[in-house]
């Protein structure tokens, strides 16, 4: 019986492979193909390329990444508690408090750090 309640979940699945695969058929069979050079190039935004695509990133850009996910992450979690805070009352208030005061105290360190500052 508890396979049965899996059923929906499978056959969803299974739908949506078989959809991607006819989609990605359908448009090998029906695609046009007539190769030329430019169209070939490894570029196609209108200038050569001026260096080797494998050059390393600062690591201030990956922080400066991570920092926008931690606050946008932030941001998913207020939502969902603006929406229940009259039933949390001021337990749920208090708790909102405290993440909120970790996070700005997270946000002001990296902030004093100099992480934010972009040359």
Request: net charge neutral; charged share 20%; glycine share 6%.
């Amino acid at each position: 019986m508890v396979a049965m309640s899996y059923f929906p979940i499978i056959f969803f699945a299974l739908l949506a492979c078989a959809m991607g695969a006819v989609m990605m058929l359908a448009g090998r069979l029906l695609a046009r193909h007539k190769p030329y050079d430019e169209k070939n190039s490894a570029y196609e935004c209108g200038f050569e390329a001026f260096e080797d695509a494998r050059v390393k990133f600062d690591v201030r850009y990956y922080l400066i990444a991570i920092l926008f996910i931690l606050f946008d992450l932030e941001i998913a979690f207020l939502f969902p508690w603006a929406l229940v805070f009259k039933h949390l009352g001021m337990y749920g208030f208090v708790l909102m408090a405290v993440f909120l005061a970790i996070l700005i105290a997270g946000f002001v360190y990296v902030w004093k750090k100099g992480a934010l500052e972009w040359e």
